[in-house]
């Protein structure tokens, strides 16, 4: 794994503070995501990282701080309101949880397309890109299947497809891997890879899975809500 060399940055965040109530899920966060490069997000339950993971996302807005998502014009996301935030999930940034969040009732196909479908994309385009894609996560022939009908790493591999189709240069994801078995786990981790950095675009995943995060380019720990350290893991595997 070659870790970006000199990449500029395709996420800058500075400062983030997020409280709810009494409590302060993340204290004064500084983060940088390069393009093309893979981060780990490990801590603790309640050490902020899923907070985190929002706030870089423009899924809830933080209460202090600074992110600005691009490279040749960057866009600020703090202080967008929620349409603005919602139009910039939708056309930049790409999505894949635990649970996978697909909809049962659509096949795979139309799951997968479906980030397309709602930018205003033809039907016939929309799934003509997403066949692409499910075939080239091994998913080829499972076009038609419903959710149902797919196993838990097929599904994630569907969830992939659709957190790529738009071409979103960022994808975030929480706890991928999760719910999967640890041979299942590696294969979804090595599609998700594949399908990202692999192609030239940046992820960011929330894990407490050490192998998971052990395939990134670099490992952030945060602990109340602060990071703790940052490591390369291109240093540590000299």
Known sequence: MHAPSASRPVLVARGLVKRY?????????????AAGESVAVMGAS???????????????????????????????LVGMDEAGRSAIRRSQLGFVFQEHLLLPELTALENAALPLLVQGV??????????GWLHALGLAGMEDRRIGQLS???????????????????????????????????EVMSALLHATVGQGRSLVVVTHDADVAARCHRIVRMRDGRILDAVSMREVQR
């Open 152 to 186: 838990g790493g097929q599904a994630q591999r569907v969830a992939i497809a659709r957190a790529q189709v738009t071409g979103a240069p960022l994808v975030f994801a929480d706890e991928p891997t999760g719910a999967l078995d640890s041979a299942t786990s590696a």
């Open 21 to 33: 109530g009494a409590l302060t899920a993340l204290a004064g966060v500084d983060v940088t995501i």
């Open 46 to 76: 309640g050490s902020g990282k899923t907070t985190l993971l929002h706030c870089l996302a423009a899924v809830i807005a933080p209460d202090g701080g600074s992110v600005r998502l691009g490279q040749d014009d960057p866009v600020e």
């Open 122 to 131: 033809a039907r016939r385009d929309a799934e003509q890109h997403a066949a």
